[in-house]
């Protein structure tokens, strides 16, 4: 009788619901079976395919006039660019109509903030500040969980060293290390203890793979390298990402050594599904699976998606390919249904995982949403991760912090007081908000100062261009002042996806402008704000301060006040090379050391140099100044030597040595110095990010295993097969504050 209770009780509430008891009961696989049990071919494959919304847009348009009759017949699976509660709804509520109730996904690229923005990854990276970056992920997930979505197309764990490419401003730099416990913490924020969790999203690592390589730094360009370096540097970011739990992986839109990454059947199948054993879904970049055919790998649309399956692609992002042709292709044998069932069980599983089944509605409730976008604590959080991401370069003769004391201060530049240029590219254009709530650079200064400081302000020039008629109110400005504080840089939309540059200095005029003023002969402090590393070899040797404030976000103004009030001691460091010119790109610290290495710049003769141009780049990987200083010493080994099951504990002493607090991003680099595979001059291999009060002194500590102390290398007998592998020899330990300015060294060897 009891049983018979329960069942009537579940009927009921299926009934209430909408739902189908299929999706009331039992685990996840067992669920999302049942489901495939039910399905049509043809509803199967509308589950592998996502559509866009119809009024944002991130890639090429497919026109669909009959959208919503094709949610309705069960033929779309998710749909990205759909913004707000109310929308998400409209369209679940369609969803809701069809045979089966299959739930939509809701995908959107929440990059670096929702309604809050973050800084841009890259600068964000440059905090060294892994719980920051999980935070900051933590609450974009909360306000786009909170607007209906539940997916995001992030992080970005591309290894990238060139800045010409423009979608560096993504990423993470180009270290695989850093790149790799970036990934990790991001994937966290995002998707929060357990996938489904009502205020969290489920996240994508992308692009998969090799997409940060693409030849002369050029959006969607070709790469090429050996099969050792891929798994080397490209690989372990995403491998970081599935340890970190990711729902779902995104192909890249290049070819990797001439196979389409999107028709890739050893990246997708062999390496992710099969080596790595990812439960999750693959989706296809933004048209990719009929881009195939540019490529010139596929003939035509049925070519292609028979490539894109075959390869272990799950889901189609708009290109129309799993829907034209997917079934004509299972007709006729080209395609098991076998494959078909694996990419709608895996699809599924997840919308099962995220409660979709349950509640198709639970993320559309519109109190939410307006709390969660207008919690103040969330703009606290943007504030202290925007000021964690700024880069002092230079301070000679401690011109910062400024004085509050200050009694004029003149601030010049065409980035002053623009508002939305603060976001940087991927910023989320929330429905119905407008960019109020974004506090511009001189909003954040008036904010600091007391009522003793004057401001003054002139534009100088534009960010593109060469007219130089404000050129003179700017100088006129300045000589009024004590000092001066010029914002320059990129637009917001010059660095980003298709946004390469063949040119990375500084547009326009605006180093005329700076050098301007700096005849004036007064201080001048330069902010810098960009996506990518730029070229400023004029600002950076005669100019007395530089801060590298990237794009910051929401709270642009008041985290670079913070900064230049010393309300916050800069403690960033750069996590991409910084080239003296675009002649040096690539440019990165842990390259191999040829077979002629040059020992400095002078030394030209038969060596591996520049006859023209420096071999160092103008500031290196991990380079990052404090208003204080930092001294190390005392470096301890607990042992020389160790076994391949055995560590080695490495301590230091880090004094703050200076008069400000601050923290300092201590760097552990290791050099194997004979290997069967040559290997860098350095590799960083752990960090640690230190508070210190003046004066005050701590021992840190780091552990070498075997881990740290291995390398990928191709067998002997079969290139391909690339193996994990620590080999017996002599390793150079090495501390330092950057890649360049080691301040301590040792040395070790691993036995048998």
Same mark, same amino acid.
């Given at each position: 009788?009891?049983?018979?209770?329960?069942?009537?009780?579940?009927?009921?509430?299926?009934?209430?619901?909408?739902?189908?008891?299929?999706?009331?009961?039992?685990?996840?696989?067992?669920?999302?079976?049942?489901?495939?049990?039910?399905?049509?071919?043809?509803?199967?494959?509308?589950?592998?395919?996502?559509?866009?919304?119809?009024?944002?847009?991130?890639?090429?348009?497919?026109?669909?006039?009959?959208?919503?009759?094709?949610?309705?017949?069960?033929?779309?699976?998710?749909?990205?660019?759909?913004?707000?509660?109310?929308?998400?709804?409209?369209?679940?509520?369609?969803?809701?109509?069809?045979?089966?109730?299959?739930?939509?996904?809701?995908?959107?690229?929440?990059?670096?903030?929702?309604?809050?923005?973050?800084?841009?990854?890259?600068?964000?990276?440059?905090?060294?500040?892994?719980?920051?970056?999980?935070?900051?992920?933590?609450?974009?997930?909360?306000?786009?969980?909170?607007?209906?979505?539940?997916?995001?197309?992030?992080?970005?764990?591309?290894?990238?060293?060139?800045?010409?490419?423009?979608?560096?401003?993504?990423?993470?730099?180009?270290?695989?290390?850093?790149?790799?416990?970036?990934?990790?913490?991001?994937?966290?924020?995002?998707?929060?203890?357990?996938?489904?969790?009502?205020?969290?999203?489920?996240?994508?690592?992308?692009?998969?793979?090799?997409?940060?390589?693409?030849?002369?730094?050029?959006?969607?360009?070709?790469?090429?390298?050996?099969?050792?370096?891929?798994?080397?540097?490209?690989?372990?970011?995403?491998?970081?990402?599935?340890?970190?739990?990711?729902?779902?992986?995104?192909?890249?839109?290049?070819?990797?050594?001439?196979?389409?990454?999107?028709?890739?059947?050893?990246?997708?199948?062999?390496?992710?599904?099969?080596?790595?054993?990812?439960?999750?879904?693959?989706?296809?970049?933004?048209?990719?699976?009929?881009?195939?055919?540019?490529?010139?790998?596929?003939?035509?649309?049925?070519?292609?998606?028979?490539?894109?399956?075959?390869?272990?692609?799950?889901?189609?992002?708009?290109?129309?390919?799993?829907?034209?042709?997917?079934?004509?292709?299972?007709?006729?044998?080209?395609?098991?249904?076998?494959?078909?069932?694996?990419?709608?069980?895996?699809?599924?599983?997840?919308?099962?995982?995220?409660?979709?089944?349950?509640?198709?509605?639970?993320?559309?409730?519109?109190?939410?949403?307006?709390?969660?976008?207008?919690?103040? $604590?969330?703009?606290?959080?943007?504030?202290?991760?925007?000021? #964690?991401?700024? @880069?002092? +370069?230079? /301070?000679? &003769?401690?011109? %910062?912090?400024?004085?509050?004391?200050?009694?004029?201060?003149?601030?010049?530049?065409?980035?002053?007081?623009?508002?939305?240029?603060?976001?940087?590219?991927?910023?989320?254009?929330?429905?119905?908000?407008?960019?109020?709530?974004?506090?511009?650079?001189?909003?954040?200064?008036?904010?600091?100062?007391?009522?003793?400081?004057?401001?003054?302000?002139?534009?100088?020039?534009?960010?593109?261009?060469?007219?130089?008629?404000?050129?003179?109110?700017?100088?006129?400005?300045?000589?009024?002042?004590?000092?001066?504080?010029?914002?320059?840089?990129?637009?917001?939309?010059?660095?980003?996806?298709?946004?390469?540059?063949?040119?990375?200095?500084?547009?326009?005029?605006? $180093?005329?402008?700076?050098?301007?003023?700096?005849?004036?002969? #007064?201080?001048? @402090?330069? +902010?810098? /704000?960009? &996506?990518?590393? %730029?070229?400023?070899?004029?600002?950076?040797?005669?100019?007395?301060?530089?801060?590298?404030?990237?794009?910051?976000?929401?709270?642009?103004?008041?985290?670079?006040?913070?900064?230049?009030?010393?309300?916050?001691?800069?403690?960033?460091?750069?996590?991409?090379?910084?080239?003296?010119?675009?002649?040096?790109?690539?440019?990165?610290?842990?390259?191999?050391?040829?077979?002629?290495?040059?020992?400095?710049?002078?030394?030209?003769?038969?060596?591996?140099?520049?006859?023209?141009?420096?071999?160092?780049?103008?500031?290196?990987?991990?380079?990052?100044?404090?208003?204080?200083?930092?001294?190390?010493?005392?470096?301890?080994?607990?042992?020389?030597?160790?076994?391949?099951?055995?560590?080695?504990?490495?301590?230091?002493?880090?004094?703050?040595?200076?008069?400000?607090?601050?923290?300092?991003?201590?760097? %552990?680099?290791?050099?194997?110095?004979?290997?069967?595979?040559?290997?860098?001059?350095?590799?960083?291999?752990?960090?640690?990010?230190?508070?210190?009060?003046?004066?005050?002194?701590?021992?840190?500590?780091?552990?070498?295993?075997?881990?740290?102390?291995?390398?990928?290398?191709?067998?002997?007998?079969?290139?391909?097969?690339?193996?994990?592998?620590?080999?017996?020899?002599?390793?150079?330990?090495?501390?330092?504050?950057?890649?360049?300015?080691?301040?301590?060294?040792?040395?070790?060897?691993?036995?048998?």
């Amino acid at each position: 009788m009891k049983k018979l209770i329960q069942l009537f009780l579940l009927i009921v509430c299926c009934a209430i619901s909408g739902l189908p008891l299929y999706a009331q009961q039992g685990s996840i696989v067992h669920r999302a079976d049942s489901v495939l049990k039910l399905m049509t071919l043809e509803e199967k494959i509308g589950q592998m395919n996502q559509y866009n919304d119809d009024w944002l847009a991130t890639g090429p348009v497919t026109i669909d006039r009959d959208k919503a009759s094709q949610v309705r017949n069960g033929q779309v699976g998710s749909l990205l660019n759909c913004l707000g509660t109310q929308r998400v709804r409209k369209w679940q509520d369609i969803a809701m109509q069809s045979r089966l109730k299959i739930p939509l996904l809701f995908g959107q690229d929440v990059i670096h903030g929702f309604k809050t923005t973050f800084p841009i990854p890259l600068a964000e990276a440059c905090s060294w500040d892994l719980d920051a970056m999980e935070l900051s992920a933590r609450v974009a997930a909360k306000e786009a969980s909170a607007s209906g979505i539940n997916w995001t197309f992030a992080p970005m764990v591309d290894i990238a060293r060139d800045p010409r490419w423009g979608r560096v401003m993504e990423g993470a730099g180009e270290d695989t290390y850093l790149g790799s416990k970036i990934a990790f913490a991001r994937v966290k924020g995002f998707q929060g203890k357990n996938t489904g969790e009502l205020d969290a999203v489920m996240a994508c690592a992308k692009h998969f793979a090799g997409y940060g390589a693409a030849i002369g730094g050029r959006d969607y360009n070709s790469v090429d390298m050996s099969d050792r370096q891929l798994w080397e540097v490209y690989l372990p970011p995403f491998k970081a990402a599935i340890d970190a739990g990711v729902g779902t992986f995104m192909n890249a839109f290049n070819d990797l050594n001439g196979i389409p990454a999107t028709g890739n059947r050893y990246l997708q199948r062999e390496i992710l599904k099969d080596k790595w054993g990812f439960k999750g879904f693959v989706v296809s970049d933004w048209g990719s699976i009929g881009e195939m055919i540019n490529h010139g790998n596929v003939k035509n649309e049925y070519e292609a998606a028979l490539s894109a399956i075959s390869a272990g692609c799950d889901m189609d992002m708009e290109s129309r390919n799993y829907k034209n042709n997917l079934a004509s292709l299972v007709k006729e044998n080209k395609v098991p249904v076998a494959l078909i069932d694996d990419a709608v069980k895996r699809i599924l599983q997840k919308k099962f995982e995220l409660g979709l089944f349950d509640d198709p509605y639970r993320f559309c409730n519109a109190e939410r949403e307006q709390a969660a976008l207008n919690n103040p $604590e969330h703009a606290r959080i943007a504030r202290q991760v925007a000021a #964690k991401s700024i @880069v002092l +370069l230079k /301070n000679n &003769g401690q011109l %910062l912090p400024l004085s509050k004391e200050t009694r004029t201060i003149a601030f010049i530049g065409p980035l002053v007081k623009p508002i939305k240029q603060n976001k940087g590219f991927w910023d989320v254009e929330v429905p119905g908000v407008d960019s109020n709530f974004i506090v511009s650079q001189w909003e954040g200064l008036v904010n600091k100062v007391g009522k003793k400081t004057t401001l003054l302000y002139a534009m100088g020039c534009d960010i593109e261009g060469n007219d130089r008629s404000g050129f003179a109110e700017a100088i006129a400005v300045a000589r009024q002042s004590d000092v001066v504080v010029v914002s320059i840089g990129e637009r917001r939309d010059m660095s980003g996806e298709a946004k390469s540059r063949s040119n990375i200095n500084i547009p326009g005029v605006q $180093e005329e402008l700076v050098k301007e003023l700096l005849a004036t002969g #007064k201080p001048v @402090v330069v +902010l810098l /704000n960009a &996506g990518r590393p %730029l070229v400023f070899n004029y600002i950076s040797e005669n100019a007395a301060a530089i801060l590298y404030t990237w794009w910051l976000g929401s709270e642009a103004g008041n985290a670079i006040a913070d900064v230049l009030f010393g309300d916050y001691n800069p403690s960033a460091k750069l996590v991409m090379s910084f080239p003296h010119s675009v002649g040096q790109v690539p440019i990165y610290y842990n390259h191999f050391n040829t077979g002629r290495p040059a020992t400095s710049d002078s030394n030209h003769n038969y060596n591996s140099s520049y006859n023209d141009l420096s071999i160092y780049p103008k500031y290196e990987f991990g380079y990052g100044l404090s208003y204080t200083s930092f001294e190390y010493s005392n470096l301890q080994l607990s042992k020389n030597t160790m076994k391949q099951d055995e560590q080695i504990t490495v301590s230091v002493t880090v004094k703050n040595s200076g008069k400000y607090d601050g923290e300092e991003i201590v760097q %552990l680099y290791i050099r194997d110095l004979v290997a069967s595979v040559i290997r860098p001059v350095k590799e960083l291999k752990d960090f640690k990010k230190l508070s210190l009060k003046a004066g005050e002194s701590q021992v840190i500590r780091f552990v070498i295993d075997r881990d740290k102390l291995s390398f990928y290398a191709p067998h002997p007998l079969d290139s391909r097969q690339i193996n994990l592998l620590a080999e017996p020899g002599d390793f150079d330990i090495m501390i330092g504050a950057s890649s360049r300015d080691i301040r301590l060294k040792g040395s070790i060897a691993l036995l048998n």
